[in-house]
């Protein structure tokens, strides 16, 4: 990558780990305050720390780092920035970063506890939604960016498939782009006219709806990047290709047609949709899990594959040839192995009654703990033992390698206890978004700690070693970053590792985008216009007018 964009990269990377180390810190402190080993100054709120929680990690730290990865990523494949796509590039993430730091500020001033979901009836100042309304466009600019780099590589490269990073860049960013419509037609048409007073009310089902017609969306735009390092770095370092080129395209176009129209099952228990359209977009749920079932096939024939080169034998002789002793590989294995429980509870969430028993319960915080929380963020940890010496120009050294691997252990074990007795205590009842932890001391609620798993010790054990775990990170980072010495030509740990794919079999009409735009609009269609249509009919009086609607 050229100078521009890997300045441009650590500024993304710089950005997200400052985030990082804010989030993990509050992540803490919700610990200890389950546990009620502390008490909160008067001057700090419990729902202010777990906003800051929530924004700083599932939010900042991963935008940032995702168009860190894609910027580097996307000159590697299709050469250097041009100067318009660099300064873009540059605009787009100061415009971001402007907007998270406004953000920032508005809720540790106290004026934004409305958690990182920050939907009606919570309401924040004004200004917070208009903060939250440039990080959006930042990102927008920096998209748009890079797809202009790619339209520019199509043109000058006519018939030809586009390098799979660059594929699975623009069918992430055309997710993207699409999910924020509706976020941003509830920030602008909704929030802010509600928050600033220039209407008295505010249409609360629809303005949730069109928060999960985002929501959802948002997490696959957490998950595809770090499919992208399953697909393509894995392979490499098992020293084999893509196992097929069509297949992973699919998947990825798989996730533009149905991660959108699936908004309704974080609604389930929300009155004013019929169970028509819930039970649809369940349906459609189900469908969004199929590329990622591809995906797990795909991963388990490329270690086979590999496996079987190095020669191993019997039915899963092919564990022994693994690359353990590389941390690139070792970090991604975990996390895609912490993916197995976390997306079988993702299914046991969307299945419309079981939704009733673990709805709004600490359950779900599990879930999303080791969904984004380690498959996500443990590949992010992984890419970066690579991207940062990359962009620096420095190398891994086996001390750092060392505390590499103490950090991931570290990571899945905090992970493995918090997530756990998150899990149990969501299923015992236990509600999720609550300062109360022992719920007034109420005699079941008492109960429910008798378990080693349902205890908020247990929770409490998790997050420090989870804290310990973050601090050698932000240690590891520093060190790759400014300490470690500089990598000499043909270092394996500065390098970018893209495995090769042959795409000389795969249909050429994959990569007709307008085919995927058109396709998931009708979905989209499909599932909301009905529902969407309904809320803005049977809303209450008072709540009609066109901005409230
Ligand atoms: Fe989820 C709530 C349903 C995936 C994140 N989810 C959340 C929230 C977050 C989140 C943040 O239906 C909380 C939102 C809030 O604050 O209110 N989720 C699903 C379903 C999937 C799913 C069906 N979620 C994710 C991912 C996330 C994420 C990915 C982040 C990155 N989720 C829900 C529902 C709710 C929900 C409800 C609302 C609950 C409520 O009531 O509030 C699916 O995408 C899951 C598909 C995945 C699988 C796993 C198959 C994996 C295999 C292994 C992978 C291995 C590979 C390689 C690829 C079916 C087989 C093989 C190699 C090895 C070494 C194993």
Request: glycine share 6%; charged share 15%; net charge neutral.
């Given at each position: 990558a050229a100078a521009s964009e890997r300045k441009l990269a650590l500024w993304n990377i710089g950005f997200a780990y400052t985030a990082f180390l804010v989030g993990t810190l509050c992540g803490l402190i919700q610990v200890f305050m389950r546990n009620e080993m502390i008490q909160l100054p008067v001057w700090l709120d419990y729902y202010q720390v777990l906003t800051v929680h929530g924004v700083t990690l599932a939010l900042v730290y991963t935008t940032f780092f995702i168009y860190a990865f894609l910027i580097t990523g996307m000159s590697r494949s299709l050469g250097s920035f041009g100067p318009k796509v660099a300064r873009w590039s540059w605009i787009g993430f100061f415009v971001a970063a402007a907007g998270t730091v406004w953000a920032t500020i508005e809720i540790l001033s106290g004026?934004?506890?409305?958690?990182?979901?920050?939907?009606?009836p919570l309401k924040a100042s004004g200004w917070f939604y208009v903060s939250l309304a440039l990080l959006i466009i930042g990102t927008w600019i920096i998209s748009f960016s890079l797809i202009a780099h790619y339209v520019k590589w199509r043109k000058a490269n006519p018939g030809v498939m586009s390098p799979l990073f660059a594929f699975m860049t623009i069918s992430t960013l055309i997710m993207w782009i699409i999910a924020c419509l509706g976020v941003v037609a509830a920030v602008v048409f909704m929030y802010i006219p509600w928050a600033f007073g220039w209407v008295d009310t505010i249409n609360v089902e629809l303005s949730r709806t069109l928060f999960w017609f985002f929501g959802h969306p948002l997490v696959y735009f957490w998950l595809l990047p770090a499919y992208m390092a399953w697909y393509l770095v894995v392979p490499k370092l098992l020293g084999t290709r893509v196992f097929s080129d069509s297949l992973a395209r699919l998947s990825f176009l798989l996730f533009i047609l149905f991660s959108i129209p699936v908004g309704l099952h974080h609604q389930l228990?929300?009155?004013?949709?019929a169970d028509f359209w819930k039970f649809l977009q369940v349906t459609l749920t189900f469908m969004v899990v199929i590329p990622t079932l591809m995906t797990a096939f795909s991963l388990f024939a490329t270690f086979e594959i590999s496996g079987r080169q190095k020669g191993a034998k019997g039915l899963f002789g092919w564990v022994g040839k693994l690359p353990w002793h590389d941390i690139r590989f070792t970090s991604l294995f975990i996390a895609m192995v912490f993916f197995i429980p976390g997306g079988a509870g993702g299914i046991i969430n969307t299945s419309f009654q079981l939704n009733e028993l673990v709805h709004n319960t600490l359950w779900v915080v599990g879930h999303f703990h080791i969904t984004v929380g380690t498959p996500v963020a443990m590949t992010f940890m992984g890419i970066s033992f690579w991207l940062i010496p990359y962009l620096t120009g420095r190398t891994l050294t086996k001390t750092t390698k060392k505390l590499a691997f103490v950090q991931i252990i570290s990571w899945s074990v905090g992970m493995l206890f918090m997530s756990t007795a998150q899990h149990v205590l969501g299923l015992l009842g236990a509600p999720r978004r609550t300062q109360h932890s022992n719920y007034s001391d109420h005699p079941t609620v008492l109960g429910w700690f008798d378990g080693f798993f349902s205890n908020t010790s247990t929770l409490a054990l998790g997050g420090i070693i989870l804290f310990f775990s973050a601090m050698l990170l932000m240690v590891i980072v520093f060190r790759l970053w400014l300490i470690e010495p500089r990598s000499e030509e043909g270092d394996l740990y500065a390098e970018f590792p893209i495995a090769e794919s042959d795409a000389s079999a795969t249909p050429r009409w994959l990569e007709n985008w307008w085919i995927w735009i058109g396709i998931a609009v009708a979905l989209i269609l499909l599932a909301y216009t009905f529902p969407i249509t309904h809320m803005i009919q049977d809303a209450p009086p008072g709540s009609k007018g066109f901005i409230n609607w």
């Open positions: 004026r934004a506890s409305v958690l990182y979901t920050f939907y009606a228990t929300e009155p004013g949709v």
